[in-house]
């Protein structure tokens, strides 16, 4: 009897088994939905993908499953994985800016700055009568006012480095601090050309003007 009970516990595992490989792209896809509306990210991004691999090859696939992918990769923090549907979802012409922001809050998430702002100024002309432009902007703003802000500061430190030097030394220092004022400069004109009236940066460049010019 018990040798019996162990066959059919096998049997049924087994079929089981079969069962479970008869899902369609369909099933996985409602099984993702459901996990998306439960907020279980990881979960939603695993039937979704099982829905990919057997979407049928004909189809068209569901452009708001692709996008779900994609946020419930950024959810969880997959950043690579986010490019990828997002990238997929702008290809298929599904909420192609929104996607384009995520995109490139992704790389800057993985610290791929420089990448980010060669994709963000391309998204921005791209997408410019979109009301996410807006976003993209304040993007790219924040990381002009960040990359001038690092020779600038290098300045200040230099200037304040003349309170414990030789008067001999004033020419030198000032010389010093104001090549790094050069290099702040541009950074903080880029930022103009995305948000003209930033006042950060207005008062910036012109500190720097001044003290470029001696004054």
């Not at 162990?6 to 089981?16: D, E, K, N, W």
């Not at 549907?85 to 809050?105: C, L, N, V």
Request: with cysteine.
């Amino acid at each position: 009897m018990k040798y019996l009970l162990t066959v059919s516990f096998v049997l049924f595992a087994l079929a089981g088994s079969v069962f479970a490989q008869d899902k369609s792209a369909a099933d996985y896809k409602n099984e993702g939905n459901e996990a998306l509306r439960n907020k279980d990210y990881q979960k939603a991004l695993e039937m979704y993908e099982q829905s990919l691999a057997n979407w049928e090859e004909e189809e068209p696939v569901e452009d708001a499953m692709v996008y779900n992918m994609a946020t419930c990769a950024r959810r969880i923090e997959n950043y690579d994985k986010a490019i990828k549907y997002y990238k997929m979802s702008k290809e298929q012409g599904f909420r192609g800016d929104i996607a384009s922001y995520y995109i490139a809050y992704s790389l800057k998430k993985q610290d791929k700055e420089a990448e980010m702002e060669q994709f963000l100024t391309g998204a921005i002309e791209e997408f410019s009568s979109s009301k996410y432009v807006g976003h993209m902007k304040k993007m790219l703003v924040t990381y002009y006012l960040k990359k001038g802000s690092e020779p600038y500061n290098e300045a200040s430190q230099i200037l304040a480095s003349a309170q414990n030097a030789d008067p001999s030394q004033y020419d030198e220092i000032n010389a010093k601090a104001n090549e790094a004022f050069k290099k702040a400069k541009p950074w903080f004109e880029k930022a103009l050309e995305y948000d003209p009236d930033n006042s950060n940066a207005k008062a910036t460049i012109e500190e720097i003007d001044n003290r470029l010019a001696g004054n």
